[in-house]
């Protein structure tokens, strides 16, 4: 069994910075794309990054230029940090990966719990 743990939400002001981290773990022989979804109160889940495992990134428009995402590929770890937060950031971020385990013939998709990010004065 695979599980992706995810850590450093909370509450900061607009213009803060704040740093998530999602850890991968159980049986995994790989890991392909990973990346970070959030999901605002009444709002559908939508990407916010994606990192794939050679390292390519892709953002949405909305956080260009403010948010970074890395990984570790060792740790099967991976992170999301964000600076210049605005209110409109306020959402519950999602961890997401594929993940190859030695128990099954084709990659599966894996979310963690979520981390409730709220940016207000």
Known sequence: QV????????????GGSLRLSCAASGR???????????????????????????????YDDSVKGRFTISRD?????????MTSLKPEDTAVYYCNADVKSPFYVRTRNYWGQGTQVTVSS
């Open 28 to 58: 995994i022989s790989s890991i392909g794309t990973m990346g970070w979804y959030r999901q605002a109160p009444g709002k559908q889940r939508e990407l916010v990054a994606t990192i794939t495992s050679s390292g390519s990134t892709n």
């Open 3 to 14: 599980q992706l743990v995810e850590s450093g939400g909370g509450l900061v002001q607009p």
């Open 73 to 81: 590929n060792a740790n099967n770890t991976q992170s999301l940090q």
